[in-house]
């Protein structure tokens, strides 16, 4: 059964059109209303499934009605309806940009209107659909976080690692970590993994699908999947082979396919990293309080983000290694880098050492220690930030 309201600019003046509705045994009339306001508070009280909206309506006009009908009720299939076919012509577009979804005459053809109501009436996405469900539950929808930092040496890639294993704890099966032109294949260090093929070894097809994403990731006993980085001799050649549509692609395979993207990513791979940082969630970048240059190029590493499209709340500066006897304080570099320090990690040599050449990620291997505690906060601070009823 489809609801519709009819609204008369005088009683009975779309009777023609109103008769249509009387007769389907699938519509029902449930309501009438006469002026502009009326009407609006009407869709909005009873959301029925279709409108007929009096171009003139007596107070608010039909086309103002549809601008806030719309909105108040953007379920309801808004159908201006005017006198003449030459006003249909005219007020078509106006329509349309207010928010109507079609317009017709007080002459169209009873099965005319009666055809167009239903096609606009099956368009509607089924709100019971899982792929609707998939597509509109924010809390549903993949977090993609990049990590990055203006230095090399500070700690970036052990975060980035760690932090995705404590989510991989959290949402098994669901995180995957991708060493974005990593020096070295440092994350296959650090997880003790080796991968079966990397993410330049992909761009040598033409198109990615899931499965052949998924036959390139390695699996770490917490739960973690792992896109390989490129080895230190093949790093140069990475520069050239990793595209932008390449990278654009292999994003969308992965959003598909997890909850949770951590990128471990340096910030100058023009343009690639400013394209995969407008594609996240979050932009960690980590630093270091140890030396004035470290202050210096993360100002500038900030400045640069900060002055592009990148809305400051999702830039989250963490400080790696951080240590009571470092030179600078969180307040200079706040200075430098104009903008709030977000969460520190605190400098524990014997633990990350001894967790890289164990390869066993420290929050695995000493859970309690302040360091591990701390990148567990981190995770939770950054998990608080999804849209609420994430699970
Ligand atoms: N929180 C920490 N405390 C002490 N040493 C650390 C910490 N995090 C990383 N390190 C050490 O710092 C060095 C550089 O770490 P890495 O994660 O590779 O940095 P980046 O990715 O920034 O180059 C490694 O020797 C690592 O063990
Ligand atoms: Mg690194």
Do not use: W
Not at 115 to 132: A, F, G, S, T
Not at 173 to 196: A, E, K, M, P, W
Not at 201 to 216: A, F, I, K, M
Not at 239 to 265: K, Q
């Amino acid at each position: 059964m489809t609801t519709v309201l009819v609204s008369e600019n005088q009683p009975g003046d779309i009777d023609s059109l109103a008769a249509a509705l009387t007769e389907a045994p699938e519509m029902q009339i449930v309501a009438i209303t006469r002026d502009g306001l009326e009407t609006v508070q009407t869709i909005a009280g009873l959301h029925p499934q279709v409108a007929l909206v009096r171009a003139q309506l007596p107070g608010i006009d039909g086309l103002e009605v549809c601008r806030m009908a719309s909105l108040a009720s953007p379920q309801t299939v808004l159908i201006v309806v005017v006198d003449s076919a030459e006003e249909e012509a005219e007020i078509r577009d106006e329509a349309m940009q207010s928010g109507a979804r079609s317009v017709v005459n007080l002459r169209t053809e009873p099965a005319t209107l009666l055809r167009r109501i239903e096609e606009l009436v099956r368009r509607i996405p089924r709100q019971d659909d899982e792929e609707y469900a998939l597509a509109t539950d924010p809390s549903r929808a993949p977090v993609t976080i990049s990590v990055t930092g203006a230095k090399g040496g500070i700690g970036k890639t052990t975060l980035t690692t760690n932090l995705a294993v404590v989510l991989a704890q959290r949402y098994p099966g669901q995180v995957v970590l991708v060493d974005f032109v990593g020096h070295y294949g440092d994350t296959n260090l650090l997880l003790d993994l080796s991968t079966n093929g990397d993410i330049l070894e992909l761009t040598d097809y033409d198109e990615l699908d899931s499965e052949l994403v998924r036959s390139r990731l390695a699996r770490h006993s917490s739960g973690l999947h792992l896109l390989g980085g490129v080895d230190g001799s093949r790093n140069l050649s990475a520069s050239g082979a990793l595209t932008l549509p390449y990278v654009a692609n292999m994003l969308g395979v992965l959003r598909r396919e997890f909850r949770f993207i951590v990128f471990d990513i340096p910030p100058l791979v023009h343009p690639l990293s400013n394209y995969v940082f407008l594609r996240s969630n979050h932009i960690v970048v980590v630093t270091s309080l140890a030396d004035l240059s470290s202050i210096r190029n993360t100002g500038a590493l900030l400045a640069s983000l900060l002055g592009g499209q990148l809305p400051a709340e999702r830039v989250k500066l963490v400080v790696s290694r951080a240590d009571g006897q470092d030179p600078f304080g969180v307040q200079e570099l706040e200075q430098a880098a104009k903008h709030k320090v977000y969460a520190q990690i605190p400098n524990a040599p014997e633990v990350a050492v001894s967790a890289l050449n164990s390869g066993v990620p420290f929050v695995l291997s000493r859970p309690t220690a302040a360091v591990s505690q701390a990148v567990e906060r981190l995770a939770d601070m950054l998990t608080q930030e999804m849209p609420k009823g994430a699970k």
